[in-house]
């Protein structure tokens, strides 16, 4: 008894189309000949797994499976029962509604019965197929974001196999007539069904309708056409990019089949905080503490920007809490020559000790404001004002 597809790669019969890729990867990676050199079990079980994930990877295969087991995967074998017998088909006591709701589900099944007769095989030719998408995670840091840089990620992936060039077969080896098929491209077969003898035609499992096949298979990637590598990909990132921004690497997916293009690189952004600035989109804000004095009588300040020191005019009388607008020193906008802004809040700070000439200084201040503090239980200014 042929053994459980979803058993052979370790997934649940509910697993998501994800999970049994992983699941390949993960297996493949492990029984691959490369690793396993003189194996021949581990030979027959990345035979095996590769099986396993072309059937469970098309939506098409991996649904006749569910509903049919092993010979669905191959073709839909002969049925009985409903209420016709073996004698005839009675249309009339028939029961339909065991192929679905409505007559589209009967359609489905008379087309398998009858494909041949409609001239259309059933089955999928091999041909050109796409690599899948890769998706890769890229730490950096806040001044990285801000400026743009160029990284170089080590990306493990599948690439066209460079023993046999992406063909499946050894080099030098022959062209040879299908065995199964014997050169036609299909499988053709005659059943007894419900409604008589019926021929129907699939797709050569073996050379995917092509009627010819390699003499050998190429013995690095076992006729996968592609085989698993690390490879170094350049990356150049953008000024303006932020947590959640991604970029798109064109061709630097996994490898095509068949001559079939490569998928695309995702690489998924993730921002490390600055000390210094907090960022809201293109906009940076930060907070400057100045002095008492300096907020009653005004000052000019230097100001730390991701562009570097500027002046800052503080006007007499600032309040805490007052936010200034420096237009344009902040983050560049992506796709754009423009820029965020960059907002200052200050904060006034109230000095804690003072030094004895200080003390009198804020008494002659407070007298000439008609104002008499009182700090602490002997008074901060008593003894000088008193």
């Known amino acids: 008894m042929a053994r459980d597809l979803y058993e052979i790669l370790g997934v649940a019969k509910g697993a998501s189309d994800q999970e049994i890729k992983k699941a390949y990867r993960r297996l493949a990676l492990q029984y691959h000949p490369d690793k ?3 194996n021949k079990e581990a030979e027959d079980k990345f035979k095996e797994i590769n099986q396993a994930y072309e059937i469970l990877s098309d939506k098409q295969k991996r649904s006749q499976y569910d509903q049919f087991g092993a010979a669905g995967a191959q073709g839909f074998g002969g049925f009985g029962g409903g209420n016709a017998g073996a004698q005839g088909f ?3 006591n028939f029961d339909f509604s065991q192929f679905g709701g409505d007559m589209g589900g009967f359609a489905d099944i008379f087309e398998t019965f009858f494909g041949q007769q409609t ?4 089955g999928k030719k ?5 690599g899948e998408h890769i998706e890769f995670e890229l730490n950096i ?4 974001a801000v400026f743009g840089t160029e990284k170089e990620l080590l990306v493990e992936k599948t690439i066209a196999c460079d023993h046999c060039k992406g063909t499946g077969a050894e080099p030098g080896s022959k062209t040879i007539n299908c065995p199964t098929c014997k050169g036609v491209g299909e499988i053709r077969t005659v059943r007894q069904t419900l409604f008589g003898q019926m021929a ?3 797709i050569c499992p073996q050379c995917y309708g092509e009627g010819h096949i390699q003499e050998k298979k190429c013995t690095l990637c076992q006729g996968s056409t592609r085989i698993r590598r690390n490879e ?20 630097k997916g996994e490898a095509g089949m068949y001559g079939g293009p490569s998928g695309d690189l995702y690489v998924h952004i993730r921002v490390a905080p600055s000390r210094k600035f907090m960022r809201n989109e293109y906009d940076i804000h930060t907070t400057l503490n100045i002095h008492l004095i300096q907020a009653i009588l005004g000052d000019e300040v230097d100001v730390e920007t991701i562009h570097g020191a500027i002046k800052l005019k503080i006007p007499a009388g600032t309040q805490s809490g007052k936010v200034f607008k420096l237009k344009e020193y902040g983050i560049q906008k992506l796709k754009s020559d423009e820029k965020g802004d960059h907002y200052v809040k200050i904060n006034v700070e109230i000095p804690s000790k003072l030094s004895r000439k200080e003390k009198e200084l804020y008494a002659q ?11 602490g239980k002997e008074g901060l200014f008593s003894k000088i004002i008193g």
């Open 119 to 122: 001239g259309r095989a059933r």
């Open 36 to 38: 396993n050199k003189g």
């Open 90 to 92: 009675d249309p009339n």
């Open 365 to 375: 201040l407070a007298q000439e404001a008609g104002l008499h503090p009182k700090g």
């Open 141 to 144: 840091s806040f001044d990285e």
């Open 126 to 130: 091999r041909g050109p197929t796409s």
């Open 232 to 251: 170094k990909v350049r990356v150049k990132i953008p000024a303006g990019v932020d947590t959640g921004s991604t970029i798109r690497v064109t061709g």
């Open 200 to 202: 129907t035609s699939q």
